[in-house]
């Protein structure tokens, strides 16, 4: 990689140089993944899960969308996460502005201690030892 690609890739936009630079480029296809930015547009044709998934998040006019989350439930490998970077223009400046934090997040303890995996994972045991005991008394 050059000096100006690295210089390219740490190039950091807020919102507005993010939307002025899709204005001035309207042909082009920018998402952003993790808080970086990328021109995908001459990935599109490539793109195993074909142009709509990577159109579906693109950015255009002033509507920012993030395709994190979506990125990561497909499960893409490293190959896939290694060629982004020929892709990554720059990264987001603001990044906790661009960073929607959801109210509601499963993984995290509750307000009384319990998490989601904390009553599920009991549950799962209580119900598999049921069938067994109905199992084993049917069967005398």
């Known amino acids: 990689m050059s000096d100006s690609d690295t210089s390219a890739n740490s190039k ?7 939307f002025e630079l899709i ?9 952003s993944i993790h808080e970086n930015v990328y021109n995908v547009t001459e990935f599109l044709d490539e793109h195993p899960g074909g142009e709509e998934a990577l159109k579906e998040y693109q950015i255009k006019g002033q509507v920012f969308k993030d395709a994190t989350e979506s990125f990561e439930d497909v499960g893409h490998s490293m190959d896939a996460r290694d060629m982004m970077k020929k892709y990554q223009i720059g990264s987001l400046a603001d990044k906790k502005e661009q960073k929607v934090k959801s109210d509601y997040d499963r993984t995290q303890p509750t307000q009384n201690g319990l998490n989601f995996s904390s009553l599920v994972v009991p549950g799962l045991i209580l119900a598999g030892l049921g069938i067994a005991y109905q199992f084993f008394v049917n069967r005398a």
């Open 12 to 18: 950091a936009y807020s919102k507005e140089a993010l």
């Open 23 to 31: 204005a001035q480029n309207p042909d082009q296809c920018y998402i």
